[in-house]
């Protein structure tokens, strides 16, 4: 599979790397995961993968698919921003697997919505942690933004906020079972120009 980055392709053994990254990312968020809702997490085999930037939408099932999304800036060593989407059912499940009590109404709708805010950002800094460690440079997080909505409306807002960012996002996909319930996500790393050359240089694969 190639990608590009501004017309410039990267190799094979490049994009090998960042799935490695992913994936490792992916095994740090499982155990962050079975953490927050005490019980044993099964996470699937992560697929990283490099997409343009255009094509996110399609990945829950196009523009148009309810889904939960968590936006978050990354400050730093390195720029750019990550984007935790969750198809709309798997969202809920994961809330609900969070939200214990007598809730309803209103009230049991704003606790998940800070339930699933608060897991994004748990999940996306597991991930840029794991990044961190081992590419030896600091990721730091943003506050996280959460919003229910289309999958496009969610892109629309992201992109709105992006710097000058790279035309190619990368992607990890999986999913984790938790008591039965499977929860189907999308991590995806928007990275601000320079910021995957940074990145690939610190992996042992720099850019020619």
């Known amino acids: 599979m190639t990608g590009e980055k501004k017309g410039l392709p990267l190799t094979d053994l490049q994009i090998d ?71 709309r059912e798997s969202a809920w499940s994961l809330a609900g697997l969070m939200v214990k009590g007598d809730l309803a109404g209103e009230d049991e709708t704003l606790v998940k919505r800070s339930a699933l805010r608060e897991t994004g950002s748990i999940l996306s800094g597991a991930y840029l942690n794991a990044l961190g460690q081992l590419t030896n440079l600091f990721f730091k997080p943003s506050v996280p933004v959460f919003a229910m909505d289309m999958a496009g409306a969610i892109m629309d807002h992201v992109l709105v906020n992006l710097a000058a960012s790279e035309d190619f996002v990368m992607v990890v996909e999986t999913d984790f079972q938790v008591s039965g319930v499977k929860i189907r996500g999308h991590l995806v790393l928007f990275p601000d120009i320079g910021t995957l050359t940074i990145i690939l240089e610190r992996l042992g694969v720099p850019i020619e």
């Open 17 to 87: 790397a960042l799935r490695e990254a992913g994936n490792i990312g992916a095994g740090n968020a499982g155990i962050a995961l079975s953490q927050m809702v005490k019980k044993k997490v099964d996470l699937s085999v992560p697929r990283a993968t490099i997409l343009p930037l255009a094509s996110v939408p399609e990945l829950v099932g196009g523009p148009e698919t309810p889904v939960a999304g968590i936006y978050l800036k990354i400050l730093g060593d390195c720029s750019g921003s990550i984007l935790m989407l969750l198809e």
